[in-house]
């Protein structure tokens, strides 16, 4: 049993990756619901949605986001209309996002939902949203008003400087069903190469996931979203930046000491291999950039064979 | 100005004809909100879009429903996930959804966003929802529970014997802003072809409306829906047996008796205008089925030809 830690497309593509080397039914992701969203008045859970898609293979890779041969025509409508139409949604994506409003009117829980959802797409891992309750990400703008995660990354672009971020009613959330256990349980558990702060920081709001997450530090290991200094896409660099943390792979170890017993860093970065130490994490350096599902797959099966206390005999040969 | 009472289909039909007659800023359209419902949190008004549809000429005339040139793809998703998809909404017409809950969620008023939707498909007529405040139409069934209109009308295709009508909370719902004075400045007052129970039924059950048309009685004019002891379209024969009035010209004059002047009936039915008139109704008899938007424009003019105290002068040319 494998535990991920997963915000969206870069925990997606480690996801995809992972299930290449297990079977995908030891596979749990608990995966950040602070991206969370009411647009039109339908529930939008950006990360579910891209950790599911990627999953099922519907996603789209090119664009990034969504998923494939999508069609426009609800948005297009919606233009003619005058609507908010910065967040596009299309056509068969909205059909998740009704189905999931539905349900939730008719008392279900996202994280029922979410079985629902995934099984209805033939995914074999177990995806956990991190709670059941509404814990939302909020940015204070540098020079202007807090606003929504959505709202800053996707109407905005992320292009304007944030002084603070919080995790609304975090504090009086629960962790989902399942989720402390798959934690406590796993052979391993992996915080994927996602935004520290708006991607796990939510999940290590919610209460007892990061008390779970120490207990485990041993078995618990982080794939660093920055590479030489950058994040490969999004906003985690300068988030951290803004936030005064060091947009580094020093500055990933510094956030995840407390939590993981070991950073992998890319290749690119091997030079700073004993600063990551120096934080009192171990280190592995390999080539984290996953381009290909077979990028993913060999970063996953190294990862694997270097976690103490997996055996990497578990790992199934493709 | 000529304001109508409006259900779907039907009355869609007849404003197709009237704007044809005049000025479209001079006709103003109170319609039925009883048969909205939220579905997929969704705020669904059908008899609101199948007008606005209509008079936008973007209605599927074939299919006699949503917008021409529709595509399913958001649909055909939902059944992948095991949604309900009983209820059709189409990629285009789920923009109209989106865009009304959407305005909703950020306090706007339904009178307010059927105003926008209908400006930005370039309706000239103003459509006035009978009230801002959810009225809903619901309907026990002879052997089973009470249900909801759309559950009835769409789900079970009114082949359900029903034992008694209701319109849930209208007692206190307000008519809306202008729907008053639409039925008491206006030269005329229509009674489209709609169903009597569940279409015309919900506005007379709005406090001021039926007060209203009775103070107007001589200039109130209704269109009979009942042709030759049948319903054109949808269940009003069957409905109005079930509940205990005669599915006839006759039983459409006595339930408009109160309100209404004039009975427009069908040639087909010409051997009953006495019958009408012993109700206390004068009886125009004329050709009411309306195949094409000429049908329409001609029954438009000969009623407004020979409601008493409206100038024939006023319609234009076509």
Known sequence: MITALAGGVG?????????????????????????????HGLLICPDLDTVTYTLAKMNDDERGWGLAGESWAAMEALERLGGEAWFRLGDRDLATHLYRTQRLSEGALLSEI?????????????????????????LTLVDGPEIGFQEYFVRRQHSVAVSSVR???ADRSTAGPGVIEAITDADAVIICPSNPVVSIGPLLAVPGIADALKKRRHEVI?????????ALKGPADRLMTELGQEASVVGVARAYTELAGTLVIDDADA??????????????VTSTVMRTVDDAERLCRTMLAAVPGVNIAKAQPR
Not at 119 to 124: D, K, N, P, Y
Request: glycine share 8%.
């Open 271 to 284: 030079a700073l291999s004993n600063d990551v130490e120096a934080t009192g994490m171990r280190c592995l």
């Open 114 to 138: 979410t079985r629902e959802i995934t099984h209805a797409l033939g995914v074999g891992a177990r995806l956990l949203p991190m709670s059941d309750d509404p814990v939302r990400t909020r």
């Open 167 to 169: 995790f609304e009613e």
């Open 11 to 39: 925990a997606a593509r480690l996801l995809r990756g992972l299930v290449l080397c297990l079977p995908s039914a030891e596979v749990t992701a608990i995966v950040n619901t602070g991206d969370d969203t009411v647009l």
């Open 222 to 230: 982080a794939v660093s979203p920055i590479i030489a200094g950058a």
